[in-house]
């Protein structure tokens, strides 16, 4: 580990850390909510799949940067956040256009963990946290995969969902 400088700066990252650590505890809950109700979209099903586990890995590699700066995340903040994703991933599940409204809700929240992680990567950078600069740049390759994903899956998605409106299949999930 680099030597960390300066205790206000330190905080903040700190800080930064713990946060990426709740943001994909909330990923994590969203994603786990939304595989189970894709049986209609067997593609994204298993892309959401295999990014649900990169989030697992990405949380995990957060929890040893911090605990490499003998620090913990925050039960609590990921207790209020976990429940807010939950009751979005709920609230879109009532919605006759599911697919839509969480394909959106998933490229937004990508592109808010692609931010979070390139600023990880350079408060880390700056205070010379070599291991937080390396996991931070790591999720931060995987998140724009996936945001790229997405972003090709936009327009097909959608007319999958409208095909299926049309010829009167449930397209709601």
Partial sequence: MGKLIDDEPKM??????????????????LLERQVERLENYPE?????RGHLEESKVQRTR??????????????LKETVLGLGGNIAALAHTAASDEIIKNTL????????????YKSLTEMAAFLGHAPGAAAAQASL????????WIDEHIASTTRM?????????????
């Fill in 12 to 29: 903040f990252y700190l800080i930064g850390l713990r946060n990426a650590h709740s943001m994909e505890t909330q990923a994590i809950q």
């Fill in 62 to 75: 957060l929890e040893e940067v911090l605990e490499s700066l003998g620090e913990s995340h925050s039960a």
């Fill in 161 to 173: 969902f409208l095909d299926r409106i049309k010829a009167g299949v449930t397209a709601d999930h």
């Fill in 44 to 48: 994204i099903e298993a892309k959401l």
């Fill in 105 to 116: 809700a998933n490229y937004m929240f990508e592109h808010f963990e692609i931010a979070s």
């Fill in 141 to 148: 390759r995987e998140e724009e995969l996936m945001a790229a």
